[in-house]
């Protein structure tokens, strides 16, 4: 029993350790590109990058995010990209774009910092 427990808490562990956070300001914000519904490839619609060079060494272009599940936090994007907000972003580094672009990773979360 003890070493099922073990091996739960340190799958847990495994899991949670790939999504990381950072700190950063707009002009670490290179641009902001949506996907829309009339993209030629479909695996690549309705879905926004948001590109911070040099990010991370797994994600070396910035995030990404589904607009059409995640349209709260894109609009959240959208007023810190205008405000020109500090944000702390967090991402996960095992989750790609869907059509597979390694250097961008999916985007888990985002505080607006004063």
């Not at 590109?33 to 695996?43: G, P, V």
């Not at 690549?44 to 991370?56: E, M, R």
């Given at each position: 029993?003890?070493?099922?427990?073990?091996?739960?808490?340190?799958?847990?562990?495994?899991?949670f350790a790939v999504?990381?956070?950072?700190?950063?300001?707009?002009?670490?914000?290179?641009?902001?590109?949506?996907?829309?519904?009339?993209?030629?490839?479909?695996?690549?619609?309705?879905?926004?990058?948001?590109?911070?060079?040099?990010?991370?060494?797994?994600?070396?272009?910035?995030?990404?995010?589904?607009?059409?599940?995640?349209?709260?936090?894109?609009?959240?994007?959208?007023?810190?990209?205008?405000?020109?907000?500090?944000?702390?972003?967090?991402?996960?580094?095992?989750?790609?774009?869907?059509?597979?672009?390694?250097?961008?990773?999916?985007?888990?979360?985002?505080?607006?910092?004063?």
């Amino acid at each position: 029993m003890k070493k099922v427990i073990l091996l739960l808490a340190l799958f847990s562990s495994v899991c949670f350790a790939v999504e990381k956070g950072k700190d950063i300001s707009a002009s670490d914000i290179a641009h902001l590109r949506l996907h829309t519904s009339q993209h030629a490839y479909a695996s690549i619609q309705k879905t926004a990058l948001l590109n911070v060079p040099d990010l991370d060494t797994e994600c070396s272009r910035g995030v990404f995010i589904n607009v059409e599940n995640d349209a709260e936090a894109y609009s959240t994007i959208l007023a810190a990209v205008m405000s020109k907000s500090k944000v702390k972003i967090g991402f996960e580094t095992t989750k790609k774009t869907p059509w597979g672009d390694a250097r961008y990773c999916e985007l888990t979360y985002l505080d607006l910092i004063n």
